[in-house]
């Protein structure tokens, strides 16, 4: 296996073959073609990181064992944290639902916190040892599913919800996971990953110094090609998908394993029309019980009722907060309904071969990556008021059936855009070779 230098990368999105530049501070390089960034050039990356990375992990530890609010009626008082709301969805009989919301507000936002600060300390011995890309990929991993910001949000909806059935008194934890969601959103602007790739040690051996001078022949290779066909697989290049790294495989159907941080390389994604498919078709059957069985099945002395979506959004509306009504409907009705549509259009122009309006495409793409999170908002909405919520004989709040089709929804949909890729926008028969759109 062949490989470049660190200024000639492939577009992850669109598979361009491009010279990234020298950046100055606070510079970055797009896409030539979509538009994606491929570099950026941060100011003292790796220190700025490690003091927000530091500071998260202390306020995520505060955020975790201090109460994120209280309820109080009639003489009665309770409280939740973050696990709290979990045990009480566990006890409820929605195991499922209590595991994801677990994985999405603690482990993950924990995972991606500590493997940060060992990245970071680590990267002060040089060569970087090779096991910190391990670690390094696992935290970028495990970023999408750091739903902290979303469960802030499902916060403040479930204040909203039972602001008239009780008092609700905010507590520490709720400073803490406000305060978090500054800090995290500090350490993905402040953080360059390419600093780390370009010194740490290769899995295969090689230090970071003999790798940068193994193939210098390969740069004038690329510059010889039209720049019309300068994509990666017209020149049985692969790009890794974690570091970057460009390489041409000895045998591209079976290209092997990055060099650099040891991720399996592929052209494509294996089997990504057929898996995104499935996901999708799997999301549309567990949207339409989602939206029609109840997701909070609410009990006082005077009345009992079942609550779905669409009830909880009148709810919000009739009480005044129409501006968080129009935030659930758009989170939890409009966002996961509008993901499949895309989705699904997305595959079938693939399919087709559509060679139009590939930029447009890539953004929508870009869009529903983006946007997929925020589906996991009225998860968070009940399982916290059915934590609070427990003031029997006066009243109590239990997890409706629709909540488990509704997180499998979520789940569904988050990885159906996982699995599409990008590139295959990009790949035609019909393509016109000098053609960017």
């Known amino acids: 296996m062949t490989f470049f230098s660190e200024n000639i990368a492939a577009c992850p ?47 995520l530890i505060i955020a975790n064992i201090t109460p994120l609010m ?25 195991e499922i639902t209590a595991t994801l919301v677990a994985f999405c507000a603690v482990v993950a936002p924990t995972i991606h916190i500590v493997f940060m600060l060992t990245v970071l300390i680590a990267v002060r011995k040089s060569p970087i040892p090779a096991w910190v890309g391990a670690l ?7 970023k999408p599913w750091v739903m902290v910001e979303v469960m802030m949000l499902g916060i403040l909806v479930a204040l909203v919800k039972i602001a008239d059935l009780a008092t609700v008194i905010p507590g520490i934890g709720m400073f803490a996971v406000f305060a978090l969601i500054i800090l995290i959103a500090a350490m993905t602007v402040s953080f360059d990953p390419r600093e780390i790739w370009t010194r740490i040690q290769w899995v295969d051996g090689k230090t ?19 720049p019309g066909v300068m994509t990666g697989i017209k020149q049985g290049l692969v ?19 990055c060099p650099r941080c040891g991720k399996a390389l592929v052209l494509r994604r294996h089997d990504a029309i057929q898996r995104t498919w499935a996901l999708l078709i799997a999301a549309a059957i567990c ?132 699995h599409f890729d990008p590139r295959l926008i990009w790949d035609s028969d019909t393509d016109k070779e000098n053609n960017h759109d």
């Open 13 to 59: 999105d669109c598979d361009l073959l491009q010279s990234i530049p020298v950046l100055p501070f606070g510079g970055m390089a797009h896409c030539l073609r979509c538009g994606h960034t491929m570099a950026a050039s941060k100011s003292d990356s790796l220190n700025r990181t490690l003091a927000f990375t530091v500071a998260a992990a202390i306020v």
């Open 70 to 94: 209280g309820l109080s009626a009639v003489g009665r008082h309770s409280s939740t944290t973050i696990l709290g709301g979990v045990l009480k969805m566990w006890q409820q009989g929605q």
């Open 136 to 142: 390094l990929r696992a935290s970028e991993f495990s």
């Open 208 to 226: 970071p110094q003999a790798a940068e001078t193994a193939n210098p022949e390969q740069q004038e290779t690329v510059s010889k090609d039209a």
């Open 239 to 257: 790009s890794c998908e974690a570091c970057g790294l460009l390489a041409r495989p000895a045998n591209v159907d079976d290209p092997g394993y």
């Open 287 to 418: 949207y339409i019980p989602a939206n029609l069985m109840p997701v909070m099945n609410t009990t006082t002395r005077t009345y009992a009722e079942k609550d779905t979506i669409m009830n909880g959004v009148i709810l919000l509306y009739t009480s005044g907060s129409w501006q968080l009504a129009l935030i659930v409907l758009v989170a939890s009705v409009i966002i996961p309904l509008a993901k499949i549509i895309t989705l699904a259009y997305l595959l079938m122009t693939v399919q087709f071969r559509k060679a139009g309006n590939r930029r447009e495409r890539v953004r929508l793409y870009r869009l529903v990556e983006i946007i997929g999170r925020w589906s996991m908002l009225d998860i968070f909405v009940v399982t916290f008021v059915v934590a609070l919520v427990q003031l029997q004989p006066l009243m109590s709040v239990e997890p409706g059936a629709g909540v488990l089709f509704f997180a499998a929804v979520v789940v569904l949909t988050m990885l159906a855009a996982k």
